[in-house]
């Protein structure tokens, strides 16, 4: 392997300083070198924002004196890749930086760290995640067993121009991730620390803990809180979005209760921002969070659990002639929704256990597929009531006299309540291999003020007839949350950065899962057109997004962040002074970007 190894020392306004050194290696780069060029600039890089530093091997060219050379990049100064340069093809110089990473990154991280590259048996388990719909792509993964791995490895990365991201539940949805490639996946599963503070009320979680633990670990105190519907989710990814809940009209959004957080910028520093200090970045992480570092560590404020922490579950089935019904009688509900009770809408496209007779179709879609069985499509609505059974039934009733096809009536603790609600389909979610049967998922959102029963009829019919012609191929799943907000919006709208207090009633999910992207335009046209749809008959007039449901391509800034000028101003600004190389600019980013 011939060529010369370069240090290459890149300035913030893209002037580089390299050391060239000569070598001809058959068992390619000597190590001794790195570390030699590590030491004269790795302090340097370790403390400023603005600098990168790159290794890699290219063919000498023009002048050099003395070994080094200065020459102008032409290129952005932060994430520029680490690469072989000699001739070699692009699998060689992959597999060339995969060796360097673990060589070079295991001395610098603790005993129990480890590094798995991809090809290597447990690299699958560890890039497992819920869609494979324009992912991001990872050459290595890094197990930390501790704060100082996630700070060697960010340091690590950035000196050497390799993109990196932090990974708890493998749940995100957005594809802006797309933009992330050969880069390290830095997995947060073993910082799963969790304190509480009795005379506080207060718990301290690491930054992998994922949503079960969390509420496990809070009921087990005698408290409660919000928290997601999805139990495998990471707790500090989903509150830097809002942290929306069933519990919400209570106690507010999840980051509503954040009372500080710790987080690692790309520099390698750790700041910790409250209302006491960092202020404007305390507002900034609460609704745009993942834009400006690693939450390594979050306390947030609890509450005693009411009726010893047992909420009633119901669940009722209906067929898809109970459009209208169901959903006028969720509007009455949910005008106010009183503050004890939250509702899920599942579309399931085969009924409770398959079973589901044909007379629930509207006759339009009997003709979808001639191959048509008892198993049909229904509407599941998940009615959970953070009280009695008793008080329940008042809210249950106008469902009831609609006539279910199915019904489940239980009493379940609030910390089981996502293993336990809508049948336990998140049994199924929450594991690899479910998310295996079809793992490409493209995902859609939108909010409404009110179901607009046209638009749901329209839907539901299309929903099914989707799911008639692409069965075994495809799975379309309808998810729609409808919370309180009491508590919600006494917090003053301009609070945090999530700027939909007044302005997300109801959250509608739709997505379609298949196994190969022979029909991928098609299905993501029918996703579009309906996403449209929503926003047409929303009562806002606008698209009003929930950052965690983005979809990261169509969904634009304003929509996630706010059309209030001063919003994205305040963010950008915030961003140029936290992370101004822009390596945190993969999860929904507010700053202009090339589109790949």
Not at 202 to 227: P, R
Not at 378 to 404: D, M, W
């Amino acid at each position: 392997m011939e060529g010369e190894f370069r240090v290459v020392y890149v300035t913030r306004a893209t002037r580089a300083y390299v050391l060239n050194v000569p070598s001809k290696n058959d068992d390619g780069i000597s190590l001794a070198i790195q570390h030699e060029a590590e030491e004269l600039l790795e302090d340097t890089v370790r403390h400023s924002r603005g600098l990168t530093l790159l290794l890699g091997w290219s063919a000498a060219k023009g002048d050099v004196q003395n070994n080094t050379s200065v020459f102008d990049s032409g290129l952005p100064a932060a994430q520029q890749v680490l690469t072989w340069t000699g001739g070699e093809s692009q699998e060689s110089s992959i597999d060339y930086l995969k060796v360097s990473v673990k060589n070079e990154l295991q001395r610098r991280l603790s005993p129990e760290a480890r590094i798995v590259l991809q090809g290597e048996e447990e690299f699958e388990t560890l890039d497992a995640r819920y869609t494979n719909y324009k992912r991001p792509w990872y050459i290595a993964g890094v197990k930390v067993a501790e704060e100082k791995d996630v700070i060697e490895t960010v340091n690590y990365a950035r000196a050497r121009g390799i993109q990196f991201a932090a990974r708890s539940g493998g749940h995100s949805l957005t594809t802006s991730l797309r933009r992330i490639k050969n880069a390290i996946a830095i997995d947060m599963r073993s910082l799963n620390s969790i304190k509480f503070n009795e005379d506080e009320q207060q718990m301290t979680v690491g930054g992998g803990i994922t949503t079960g633990e969390f509420a496990n670990a809070t009921f087990s105190k005698g408290m409660e809180v919000t928290v997601g519907s999805c139990p495998c989710t990471g707790v500090l990814g989903i509150s830097l979005g809002a942290g929306i809940g069933r519990l919400q009209g209570k106690y507010g959004y999840l980051n509503d209760n954040m009372v500080s957080i710790r987080l690692l910028l790309a520099n390698g520093t750790i700041v910790t921002a409250s209302k006491e200090q960092n202020q404007e970045l305390f507002w900034a992480v609460r609704g745009a969070g993942h834009n400006f570092g690693i939450a390594l560590e979050a306390t947030y404020q609890v509450y005693p659990q009411l009726n010893d922490g047992k909420h009633y579950v119901v669940d009722y089935e209906f067929g898809l002639d109970k459009v209208e019904a169901v959903f006028n009688a969720l509007n009455a509900l949910s005008s106010p929704m009183p503050k004890e009770v939250a509702v899920f809408v599942i579309g399931r496209r085969l009924g409770h256990n398959g079973r589901v007779s044909l007379r629930s179709l509207p006759a339009s879609l009997y003709v979808v597929k001639s191959s048509l069985t008892d198993s049909q499509p229904t509407i599941n609505i998940n009615l959970v009531y953070s009280g009695p059974g008793s008080e329940a039934e008042p809210f249950i009733s106008s469902f009831k006299s609609i006539g279910p096809e199915w019904e489940d009536l239980k009493s379940a603790a609030w910390d089981a309540l996502p293993w336990a609600t809508y049948n336990g389909l998140n049994n199924v979610l929450c594991t690899p291999q479910g998310w295996a049967r079809f793992p490409i998922k493209n995902f859609y959102g939108a909010n409404v003020k009110e179901y607009d029963l046209g638009t749901m009829r329209a839907f539901f019919d299309s929903w099914a007839e989707m799911n008639a012609k692409y069965a075994g191929e495809a799975m379309f799943s309808v998810m729609f949350e409808s919370f309180p907000q009491q508590r919600v919006r006494e917090i003053d709208e301009n609070a945090t950065a999530y700027p939909w207090r007044r302005g997300s009633d109801h959250f509608l999910m739709i997505e379609a899962a298949y196994k190969n992207p022979v029909d991928e335009d098609v299905f993501e046209d029918w996703l579009s057109d309906h996403q449209d749809r929503f926003i047409k008959s929303s009562g806002y007039g606008r698209l009003q997004q929930y950052v965690n449901y983005g979809h990261g391509s169509k969904d634009p800034p304003e929509a996630l962040y706010g059309y209030e000028p001063w919003r994205l101003a305040k963010l950008r600004r915030l961003k140029a002074e936290f992370d101004p190389e822009g390596w945190f600019n993969g999860y929904q980013p507010f700053v202009e970007l090339d589109d790949e």
